[in-house]
């Protein structure tokens, strides 16, 4: 099993999830985060003042899929998030040593399907 890691920009969610409802994605998780990478933050000018933003917001998706359908999935959130623009984000892909659904106590791959 594999756990791919995604970081957009939260204006890219929606695309994003179409695209992996497309693909065949069978479950994932969504958490507002804040970050920078080579962005490091931006200023912005409120009621005359100017200040940093240091960690700028961004989604993170998590999903856990088989091998197989890793390749086709990162694929999906790379070509839906691309915007060409500095800060479209990270995808990383992870091995997943186990896996077990909590209400049933399956194992692999049957705790990921249905």
Partial sequence: MKLITAIIKPSRLDPVLDALKE???GGITVSEVRGF??????TEVYRGAEYEVKLL??????IVASPDAA???VDAIATSANTGKIGDGKIWV???D????IRT??????????
């Fill in 23 to 25: 693909a065949g994605c």
């Fill in 37 to 42: 990478g080579r962005q490091k933050g931006k």
């Fill in 57 to 62: 917001p961004k989604v993170k998706i998590e």
């Fill in 71 to 73: 390749e086709r999935i």
């Fill in 94 to 96: 992870a091995d997943l």
């Fill in 98 to 101: 186990s896996i077990q659904r």
């Fill in 105 to 114: 106590g399956e194992t692999g791959q049957a705790a990921v399907e249905g």
